[in-house]
């Protein structure tokens, strides 16, 4: 569903965004026609096979900020993210998605993440696995020696603070469709965000559980998709989250610029 919706509304606007149709939510975080047709498409067919669940999108979440709050006493929901790193979009990188994640409860149960230009589907259920195509997600131990860890995080203004003798942390793919892919396929050893929005997270949070890593607040509690809370930290290797928890205690306190 969502690579057909893809196709029709998202992809052909790559690198072919007309004047008008970039606009900005609040400065710096763009929006564009692509992320608001997609939306109310997988919506609405969303909708037409689940009529009574919640549905808390992106952009819908722009014009009531009080959906993500129902995600954790909802008895069924999906989250949407319609083009997950619009910058990238906009400014012609293929690292972008399309993401959505069913919940039960308050819990991601099956997430899917398509990334258009590249071609590469993600799926994942709760207890079945972590799939890209017919292969297998699995994560890798960190490394021995602590220097060698790639730390990377979507907070640029800590882009070469090192923490408690780690190595100094460097950006991210801008995309959290891409960026939890890349730590499971061992291109990062951790990911910190600063953001903890439910769509950006939900899909990734899911894959990420499946193929052996986990999704943490900064307090060492397992992600829950709902209102924003906090920084969260991803682990490729679970084993390595208490020395990362511990140097980035304080974080939160850092300067933002």
């Known amino acids: 569903m969502i690579q057909e919706v893809s196709a029709e509304l998202v992809l052909p606007r790559w690198r072919a965004l007309a004047e008008g149709e970039v606009m900005e939510k609040q400065p710096g975080d763009l929006v564009t026609v692509a992320d608001r047709e997609a939306e109310v498409a997988i919506t609405a067919r969303l909708r037409a096979a689940y009529k009574e669940t919640l549905i808390v999108g992106e952009e819908a979440t722009a014009a009531d900020s009080l959906l993500p709050q129902a ?96 190595p100094e942390l460097v950006g991210s793919w801008i995309s959290c469709a891409v960026d939890y892919p890349q730590l499971i396929a061992g291109a990062a050893d951790c990911l910190l965000y600063q953001s903890s929005m439910p769509w950006d997270h939900a899909p990734g949070a899911l894959l990420l559980a499946e193929s052996g890593g986990a999704l943490l607040t900064l307090a060492g509690r397992p992600y829950r998709p709902g209102p924003p809370a906090g920084w969260l930290l991803g682990v490729a290797d679970p084993a390595v989250a208490p020395r990362l928890l511990t140097a980035f205690a304080g974080v939160s306190s850092a300067t933002t610029g």
């Open 71 to 166: 995600l954790s006493t909802a008895e069924h929901a999906f989250t949407v993210d319609p083009v997950d790193g619009t910058r990238n979009f906009v400014h012609g990188s293929p690292d972008f998605g399309v993401m959505v994640a069913e919940l039960h409860r308050g819990e991601p149960v099956r997430s899917w993440i398509w990334q258009p230009v590249h071609e590469r589907a993600y799926v994942a259920e709760r207890g079945a696995g972590a799939w890209c195509g017919d292969r297998r997600l699995t994560t890798t131990p960190a490394a021995g020696d602590l220097q060698d860890w790639r730390l990377v995080t979507s907070a640029w203004h800590l882009r070469g603070i090192s923490y408690a003798a780690l």
